[in-house]
């Protein structure tokens, strides 16, 4: 099969499969088919619970775990970032519990945006770092530069959002990178691992740039997309 | 009350023992002085970001404490770390050197200013926040033995044990900050998190 055929069916099923996990989720927590009006501060609140709770486990698990895979390091640097993305979380939900208010940068920033330093290291350590650029590589870091220039332009904090974007970009084009590789036979299990990155950077995206109930699905997609991430990884490296 | 004063008396025995003891207890001796120097530095530099900023003493140790004092604390064992190469070992017990001496020092400020008649406040004060210095010093190790096998991922490596080790000390710093119930949950939580640490570093190594 062609790589593009792959990549673009790589990507309809990951987001199907988040868009599934999700429809479960609501499903059977009675969310949606009870018809009532759905609290957002109740529903966000539930949402990053969940989230913290997921990530903790995963983290933990991927840590006992990497013993078993053939790169333990990268796995650990994933466990990290999902760990630290989740006392971030954590952070921002006491603050937002307990004061009252959300904060406006806060400590939550600095494990958010930290957390994908961990990712990219984990990215290098897969051995992406040796091989040629493509063209699409640039292509997505340029995009997230992009949008998050016109977010500061929108709504301001231009440094705030710098920070945000520097590490995203790197990821998007360690991604792509990635994604190109997997073309090597060598690479070929860690596609879906990349196409994930890609995916939870595209709802991270989103969720900067939506509001309300949006903003709660897309951060319910982007949990299921880190979760994906893991999944992948373990798979991509395991024997 | 007087930190340097204090800081002087806590240090010039260390100083004066430093040169007599040899190689692994040199190297904690020196670790241990300079998680005291560090910690009051970091004095200074949150009492100068708190006239900077205009905010109250409450918000400073939530938004800005964490981040200064875990700056500071991680930069002796960077540039152990990048200089020296030390084994993991070594590096370890310099973290937690660096965890000790810190939070010895700050201890040592709080009771000063706050009274030791209290022997519940005393053990809160250093079951808590001396704990959770330690905790953060011990994270800060741990990462650095995982960077040092790919020395090449040293500088994003830091940067994110630094985000790790800011928030949990924020975290800690936010609950302690609200009175009630949530405080003393706060004041839990470095001990749970050394409890859990060492069972989870315990299964490690069994599995």
Same mark, same amino acid.
């Given at each position: 099969m062609n790589i593009n055929k792959k990549i673009t069916g790589s990507c309809v099923l990951n987001l199907a499969l988040d868009c599934n996990i999700l429809y479960v989720i609501f499903t059977k927590t009675n969310i949606i088919l009870k018809g009532s009006v759905i609290d957002f501060f109740v529903l966000e609140t539930v949402v990053t619970v969940i989230q913290i709770i997921s990530f903790f486990t995963l983290g933990f698990w991927l840590v006992i775990k990497? =013993?078993?895979? =053939?790169?333990p390091i990268a796995v650990c640097f994933l466990a990290m970032r999902i760990m630290c993305f989740a006392l971030g979380s954590l952070y921002y939900e006491l603050f937002y519990l307990l004061k009252k208010a959300p904060p406006y940068v806060s400590a939550a920033d600095v494990a958010w945006i930290g957390s994908f330093y961990f990712i990219i290291a984990s990215c290098y350590l897969l051995g992406i770092k040796s091989h040629k650029t493509p063209f699409y590589a640039y292509f997505f870091a340029g995009a997230i530069v992009v949008v998050m220039l016109i977010i500061s332009l929108l709504y301001g904090h231009f440094i705030l959002n710098l920070l945000w974007a520097i590490p995203m970009a790197v990821l998007a084009k360690c991604a792509g990178e990635g994604v190109y590789i997997s073309k090597n036979e060598e690479y070929k299990r860690l596609l879906p691992f990349f196409i994930s990155i890609i995916m939870s950077l595209f709802y991270e995206l989103m969720m900067f740039l939506s509001l309300g109930m949006v903003y709660v699905i897309f951060d319910a997609l982007w949990t299921v997309g880190i979760i994906s991430t893991v999944l992948t990884l373990y798979k991509g490296v395991g024997d | 009350m007087y930190a340097e004063n204090l800081f002087l008396c806590i240090i010039m025995p260390l100083i004066v023992a430093f040169p007599s003891v040899k190689s692994e207890s040199r190297r904690f001796l020196g670790f241990l002085i300079s998680g005291i120097c560090v910690c009051l530095l970091s004095a200074y530099t949150n009492s100068f970001f708190m006239a900077v900023s205009g905010l109250s003493y409450d918000d400073t140790a939530v938004f800005i404490t964490p981040v200064c004092e875990e700056i500071l604390k991680l930069l002796p064992l960077l540039f152990y770390f990048l200089v020296f190469e030390p084994s993991p070992d070594s590096l370890f017990s310099s973290a937690v050197a660096v965890g000790v001496g810190f939070a010895t020092f700050e201890n040592c400020c709080y009771l000063l200013s706050s !009274?030791? !008649?209290?022997i519940s406040f005393v053990l809160i004060r250093g079951l808590s926040a001396g704990v959770m210095h330690t905790i953060c010093a011990l994270a800060a190790g741990y990462g650095l033995i995982y960077i040092s096998k790919v020395k090449q991922m040293a500088a994003i490596g830091a940067l994110g044990i630094l985000a790790l080790t800011v928030t949990y000390h924020a975290v800690f710093n936010l609950l302690v900050s609200v009175e009630g119930i949530t405080r003393y949950v706060g004041f839990a939580l470095p001990l749970a998190t050394a409890l859990c640490w060492f069972a989870f570093i315990k299964k490690i190594k069994v599995s």
């Open positions: 990497s =013993k078993d895979t =053939k790169n | !009274g030791a !008649g209290n």
